[in-house]
């Protein structure tokens, strides 16, 4: 890797990784080598804090610091302002029931660009507020965006707002159930028009920062600083060191095309065999 802290992870189409890195830009790993992107090849800032690919195969690359790129299967291009998005700390990246890319920014809230422009979709009503973790496009279109200030449900013209004074870190929507990472639990809802999140009971309440859900509807949880725990219908387990994590500080998951799970730490990349540990 380009650098030990991971901030980011994407499972492109291929099936390989990208891995967005604190100072080290983005590498690619495929089965073979891990690739390395720096500003040389067209990113705006070492500190990649995003990656997305839309559905017209563009693969989208947000920093911190240094706005959007995208690589389009030949070469990167850096989009500086004012043809960038309004502000250059890129936090997420989505897309919307029409394919526009969505973009999450750490003081300007969230922008869509829609032939060839930028307009806001949602902003915090306080300036310290404004951070989005994620966004997550809900069946009939409407968004759900996970803030600095709670997590925000838009329906057209319509916004309501839940778990006020929560940091929303990370959403997994279902067909019927929408997960949220906060820093204080997890919490979890039935999706419809209006949302009920509850708290989940019997896990453990500390800081999540990132959730994946596998196939057999295991639910992955990294922490900010528990390691990794695993939600299996009402029985939890959380793994760690003696698990043989490197850091306990888990920033991102991903599931490969075989369900490994990828954990990105402060320490690096850590590959963990799904198989192994359904067996347990």
Avoid at 14 to 23: D, E, H, K, L, Y
Avoid at 183 to 196: H, I, Q, R
Avoid at 202 to 217: C, E, R, T, W
């Amino acid at each position: 890797l380009g650098h030990d802290v991971v901030r980011c992870l994407h499972r492109d189409r291929s099936g390989s990784i990208w891995v967005g890195t604190a100072f080290g830009g983005v590498s690619k790993f495929t089965s073979e080598a891990f690739l390395y992107i720096t500003e040389r090849d067209g990113l705006g800032s070492r500190i990649v804090s995003a990656v997305h690919r839309t559905p017209d195969g563009t693969l989208w690359i947000g920093t911190l610091g240094g706005g959007l790129s995208y690589y389009d299967g030949q070469r990167m291009t850096h989009l500086p302002p004012p043809t960038g998005p309004p502000s250059p700390y890129i936090t997420c990246l989505a897309t919307d029931a029409q394919g526009h890319l969505l973009v999450g920014t750490a003081t300007h809230g969230l922008h869509r660009f829609r032939a060839g422009h930028w307009e806001q979709v949602w902003s915090a009503d306080a300036p310290q507020a404004q951070q989005v973790y994620d966004v997550a496009t809900l069946g009939h279109g409407a968004l759900l965006i996970a803030a600095a200030d709670g997590l925000h449900l838009l329906q057209g013209n319509k916004r309501t707002s839940y778990l006020r004074g929560r940091v929303i870190q990370d959403l997994v929507v279902t067909t019927d159930t929408v997960w949220c990472a906060t820093d204080k639990g997890l919490y979890a809802g039935v999706v419809a028009d209006s949302l009920e999140l509850q708290l989940v009971g019997g896990i453990p309440m500390v800081s999540y920062n990132a959730l994946a859900q596998d196939s057999k509807g295991n639910l992955w949880l990294g922490t900010t600083a528990h390691g990794l725990v695993r939600k299996r219908g009402t029985r939890t387990k959380t793994y760690g060191r003696d698990a043989g994590l490197q850091s306990l500080a888990i920033e991102c998951v991903v599931l490969d095309a075989l369900e490994n799970i990828w954990l990105g730490t402060k320490q690096g990349i850590h590959l963990v065999e799904l198989d192994a540990l359904q067996e347990q």
